[in-house]
């Protein structure tokens, strides 16, 4: 093998032509033949016995071409790269030329990591917002255990938004009654966005016994494809009106809703839970902000492969989520009414995203000397290792140190430029 030639090309791609002796080609042609002789039958020859001359000159010389190339390319494209000193970051683009009689040419185009440079990466402004709790945020977390525990009670009155309504109901378009349009005894809460847009809203002020019609549009996208879009006329009759009964709200109620015993005890700790939420949401949305500003200041000729190896791994974990639930990816995205290629351009900004933070990072630390310590390290197995159940060792055996020190280098990093970022509040909606 000779590393001919290496030529950096545009978009962070190298083309490699490395050239392949004759004796070393005839060496991978003699490999096919030993692997193929078996299953090639040859008259005159008992199988498996016929000469690899005999084949050749039967079957024409390039008959143990394609698997001679097969054998010699796993051999010399790693030693090429290394010769090169480059980093492919996806499989080499390949086509084989130049055949004379003393070998021939591997032509690889490789996508490398692309140089990357990231100019005032520290100080950058970033909104945070503000994680203080409000009454307000406290009341509505009562207000959610309450209807949890509320209870109904049939009235005698007409019916108003909250409470709810038990009707027969038949839908007609265009006069004429349609499948899946028909309901008895059904339950419906006034403002909960259960039936059509305006349908709920047709019901407020009817009373039991009372007949009405419900004027509707089937919204555009509407999942029946022969209803979208078009009005529709219900009939309802209004058999019974019940209203949504709150318990009050004192220590009684915190003790039916909880393991506090007074109510002053469970709004404390509504508070520091919601506390807490805020915090996490805050800080989120804060290091997102910090690296959309941190890209910004990224320049890099990122090649097009890198995105879609990224994108193949969304695409690996989303089918392995999916078929939890029993269902291939595959008639996922066809019950979505999509084809695999449209499905996959919904995650292509995402993953080109994540590209360019993992980029931007990655040059960072190397600026910044980020570097885990060995006790950072063990600290991660030890928590790895609590998280799963497993012991300490185990952990090492199933998860690589690199992978551990690379996860490690990428969240000091996010928190050095976060704790470098001027927090302004939110510009006011």
């Given amino acids: 093998m000779e590393l001919k030639n290496t030529e950096k090309l545009e978009h962070s791609q190298v083309k490699l032509t490395i050239g392949v002796s004759a004796a070393e080609l005839d060496k991978a042609k003699d490999a096919a033949y030993k692997k193929a002789k078996n299953q090639i039958q040859v008259p005159g020859f008992r199988k498996g016995k016929a000469p690899r001359k005999i084949i050749e000159k039967m079957y024409g010389q390039g008959v143990f071409l394609d698997d001679a190339l097969n054998i010699i390319y796993p051999e010399v494209y790693p030693k090429a790269v290394e010769e090169a000193g480059i980093t492919p970051v996806a499989a080499a683009d390949v086509n084989v030329d130049n055949f004379t009689d003393d070998g021939f040419e591997f032509i690889c185009t490789v996508p490398v990591e692309p140089e990357v440079s990231v100019k005032d990466y520290k100080g950058v402004e ?10 307000e945020d406290i009341k509505a977390e009562l207000d959610r255990l309450a209807q949890r525990d509320a209870s109904t009670e049939t009235v005698e009155r007409a019916a108003a938004l909250g409470d709810t309504v038990v009707i027969d109901f038949e839908g007609f378009v265009d006069g004429v009654a349609f499948e899946g349009g028909k309901g008895e005894d059904y339950s419906l809460k006034l403002g909960s966005g259960t039936f059509i847009p305006g349908f709920e809203d047709q019901l407020v002020g009817k009373s039991a016994g009372e007949d009405c019609d419900v004027n509707v549009t089937f919204p555009e996208e509407y999942q029946a494809a022969d209803l979208a879009g078009k009005p529709a006329v219900f009939k309802c009759t209004v058999k019974s009106v019940m209203e949504t009964v709150l318990p009050e ?79 291939s990816l595959e008639d996922y995205v066809k019950q979505m009414g999509m084809d695999m290629q449209s499905f996959r351009g919904i995650f292509r900004e995402q993953a080109e995203r994540q590209v360019k933070v993992q980029l931007a990072v990655k040059k960072i630390a190397e600026l910044e000397n980020i570097v885990p310590t060995d006790e950072d390290v063990d600290a991660e197995y030890a928590k790895l290792a609590e998280m799963y159940g497993m012991e300490t060792d185990k952990v090492r055996q199933f998860v690589p140190v690199d992978s551990i020190k690379s996860d490690l280098t990428t969240s000091k990093t996010i928190e050095m430029l976060k704790e470098n970022a001027v927090a302004v509040a939110p510009a006011a909606e």
């Fill in 126 to 135: 970033a909104e945070k917002a503000d994680a203080a709790v409000t009454e």
């Fill in 249 to 327: 709200m004192d220590d009684e109620f915190a003790k039916d809703v909880s393991e506090f015993e007074t109510l002053d005890e469970l709004k404390k700790d509504i508070e520091g839970k919601i506390a807490e939420s805020k915090r996490s949401a805050a800080d989120r949305n804060f290091e997102e902000k910090v690296l959309d500003k941190v890209l910004a200041n990224m320049e890099a000729d990122i090649p097009d492969a890198m995105y879609e190896a990224q994108l193949d791994n969304i695409m690996q974990d989303y089918s392995y989520r999916i078929q939890q639930q029993g269902v």
